[in-house]
């Protein structure tokens, strides 16, 4: 089957849904068409905790917010964009308030400001502990109130149609009809977040598998930084436990680190101790994980802060961790580093404008220049609030002038039903192990080779299954997944020096200018 519509966004998170939300205000008579890979809720900003960065109060101001950001971006941040984008989240964070969100006040109040890694002040907009579920619910009820705004779920996109550095819309894997759909669109807009299951501990979902970043690269997108993958200091360590992250605001509350003897260890690596940026904190621990040989550290609030304090502040997380004998008003919690966020992407401007025509990217999928080498906490949802609107703004007078062209349907060709299943589980199994091994918080040149070696063996291994077999979910994400890795492994090696996120032990320091790296598709 073939559908049309003016406007496709591929992804259900806060970017997608207030870009479709914004873009229905701007123009009220645009078709828009919002499909998921599974259900609407499935995302990335669903299972945010801390909240949104904003500068609320009189005690901020934009200059500490941006300097908080160029600092953790290491000085690879583009400060006109810093600047551009702060200086707009007060005014989507009114809009969010009107659309229904309910953020946390404190007994006199006034809104409940956090505390977290890298911010000189409180400046962390939150709902308890769980800011991403009620953002995530206030933007489906805003979004289901509109008639022109089609929600299609459980549609896998496969790969952009795009011919001449153009996109003309997807094909996309209808899970429920095992069929395969062209969707033509007269603008495509990727909003599909990161790509956390390419490592072995990841507090994204399962939906994260870099979909958007391989179809842009493919379509002949410019894709930036992807050396900077963002490790979580806190996800809950725990056998059962399936990617629960530890909030940081936690942290922010006067939470501590310690290892499994009770010893505190990270007034070793930087003044500021458990509130350092992520980065540091992160390779503190995997440094105290390598010398102990232990499997995970301990975070503790119980000894900070009394029971009430904390089941009313963080209840998300008190209910969770109960759910395996943890009590954090008593016990501390057993946590290990996890990939968190993609700080690099396809390059866009602040609309999501990329280089291929007509295609747009917002989100963790795009590199805009505010990240650098390392995301500022709660720094990303704001992100995706600002272009989410300017890219709204943009489309709403852009698509005037485009057109909508129809394409091919999908050849099957020869493929079969496929009857090697296995591969597509060992070769997953083994990207995320060597990316987690090799390429995860500390680095080196000889791990950063033996990764490229076997990534390119096992991309030549899929390339071969994928057109032999027919098209499945766990297919097309391993396709994208292995190509992203390729991306990061690739940009990695290019990075000769420790920057941010990027720390590699053959290269300590940093050069004197700090330059983005860039790939894009060999053609």
């Not at 600092?71 to 989507?92: H, Q, T, Y």
């Not at 490592?199 to 958007?212: F, H, I, Q, R």
């Not at 904190?281 to 904390?310: M, Q, T």
């Not at 272009?387 to 698509?399: G, M, T």
């Amino acid at each position: 089957m073939n559908f049309k519509t003016d406007v496709l966004i591929i992804g259900g998170g806060i970017s997608g849904l207030s870009l479709a939300i914004k873009l229905t205000e701007f123009k009220p008579n645009t078709n828009i068409m919002v499909i998921t890979k599974q259900e609407l809720s499935e995302c990335s900003t669903f299972y945010a905790q801390g909240g949104v960065a904003c500068v609320w109060n009189n005690n901020d101001s934009l200059e500490k917010h941006v300097q908080d950001t160029l600092v953790a971006g290491d000085g690879l941040c583009n400060e006109k964009v810093v600047r551009r984008i702060l200086s707009e989240v007060p005014a989507r964070i009114n809009e969010l308030i009107d659309w229904g969100i309910e953020f946390s006040k404190d007994k006199d109040g006034n809104y409940d400001l956090g505390q977290e890694g890298g911010h000189s002040e409180r400046r962390i907009l939150h709902v308890d502990d769980l800011t991403g579920r009620f953002l995530e619910e206030t933007l489906i009820k805003q979004v289901k109130k509109y008639d022109n705004i089609d929600i299609k779920e459980h549609m896998c996109a496969i790969n952009l149609f795009a011919r001449d550095v153009k996109c003309y819309g997807v094909y996309v894997l209808d899970q429920i009809n095992n069929v395969i759909h062209n969707i033509s669109a007269k603008a495509t807009v990727l909003a599909t977040g990161g790509a956390g299951k390419i490592y072995l501990y990841t507090s994204n979902p399962d939906v994260a598998s870099g979909d958007g970043i391989a179809m842009a690269y493919r379509a002949g997108a410019v894709i930036s930084n992807m050396e900077f993958y963002q490790f979580h200091p806190t996800c809950l360590f725990h056998p059962f436990a399936k990617s629960f992250l530890i909030t940081e605001a936690m942290r922010g509350e006067g939470a501590i680190l310690k290892d499994i003897r009770g010893n505190r260890f990270m007034e070793k690596y930087h003044p500021l101790k458990e509130l350092a940026p992520r980065d540091i904190v992160s390779r503190a621990i995997d440094s105290e994980l390598k010398k102990s040989g232990d499997d995970f550290v301990y975070l503790d609030i119980s000894s900070k802060r009394d029971a009430n304090f904390i089941i009313t502040h963080f209840p998300g997380v008190y209910k969770n961790c109960l759910e395996f004998n943890i009590d954090i008003t008593k016990d501390s919690i057993p946590i290990v580093p996890a990939a968190h966020y993609c700080c690099g992407g396809v390059v866009t401007d602040l609309e999501g404008r990329t280089q291929v025509k007509n295609l747009y990217v917002l989100g963790e999928s795009a590199c805009t220049g505010l990240h650098g080498a390392n995301r500022l906490a709660s720094n990303s949802l704001t992100e995706g609030l600002v272009c989410a609107h300017n890219c709204a703004k943009f489309l709403s007078q852009e698509l005037v002038n485009l057109n909508l062209k129809e394409f091919k349907s999908w050849e099957q060709g020869n493929a079969i039903p496929s009857t090697e299943a296995v591969i597509i589980s060992q070769n997953w199994d083994e990207i995320r192990r060597f990316m987690q091994n090799y390429v995860g918080i500390v680095r080196t040149d000889k791990r950063l080779q033996r990764a490229n070696k076997r990534i390119n063996l096992i991309l030549d291994e899929i390339d071969r299954y994928y057109w032999d077999f027919k098209i499945e979910k766990n297919l097309v994400e391993l396709r994208n997944l292995a190509i992203v890795a390729q991306i990061i492994i690739v940009s990695a090696i290019s990075r000769k020096e420790s920057r941010g996120i990027h720390y590699n032990i053959d290269h300590p320091k940093k050069v004197k200018k700090a330059r983005p790296s860039f790939v894009e598709k060999p053609w």
